[in-house]
């Protein structure tokens, strides 16, 4: 049962039958492992309680689940087509230049090519130049530290995805 100080749009997450709220946590992270996490320590009683939730479940993802919730990502500079969010969270390469475009997407390859995953980064907030430094800088970490970056990264993106989840379900 919730509190009676719990949001308004934390409570109806809440109280979402079992298949919507899983629904909506993956669509915040595809990682099933991380969704079922969340879901099953509801009911949450502040949005605090949900976030650190998810920084709890982040720390205990497999590779395999780190690998499934890159998987729901698309690479900078090409956000998934219909995907508002998507769009928003990579607000920053959408005016960049021809030349900042082409070359995010050769480095995104390269990221690629060198770790097995697209280049994960909390890109809410930053310019494509900053996005096109990290991933220069990121290019030249190990494996262990760079898995170790994207679950940082992806900690990050689903904190403001699930903050936005709460928010968005207050609305009518």
């Known amino acids: 049962m919730t509190s009676t100080s719990t949001p308004p749009g934390l409570a109806r997450f809440n109280a979402l039958g079992e298949s919507a709220a899983l ?3 993956r669509e915040a992270c595809a990682s099933t492992t991380w969704a079922k996490r969340l879901l099953a320590a509801r ?3 502040t949005t605090e309680e949900l976030l650190a939730a998810s920084d709890s479940a982040m720390t205990g993802l497999s590779d395999e689940d780190l690998a499934e919730a890159m998987a729901g990502h698309p690479p900078i500079g090409r956000p998934r087509p219909g995907d508002p969010a998507s769009a928003r969270e990579q607000r920053g390469m959408a005016g960049a230049s021809p030349k ?3 070359e995010m ?3 995104n390859l390269a990221y690629q090519e060198r770790f097995g995953h697209v280049f994960l ?3 809410t907030g930053r310019t494509g130049e900053q996005m ?3 991933a220069r800088e990121r290019l030249g970490s190990t494996p262990e530290r760079e898995r170790e970056t994207v679950r940082t990264e ?3 993106i689903n904190r403001l995805r699930l903050a936005r989840l709460v928010e968005e379900d207050a609305r009518p």
Do not use: W
């Open 43 to 45: 009911p949450y009683a």
């Open 23 to 25: 629904a909506a946590l």
């Open 154 to 156: 992806l900690g990050l």
């Open 132 to 134: 096109r430094d990290a």
């Open 100 to 102: 900042l475009q082409a």
């Open 105 to 107: 997407l050769e480095l």
């Open 121 to 123: 980064i909390c890109a």
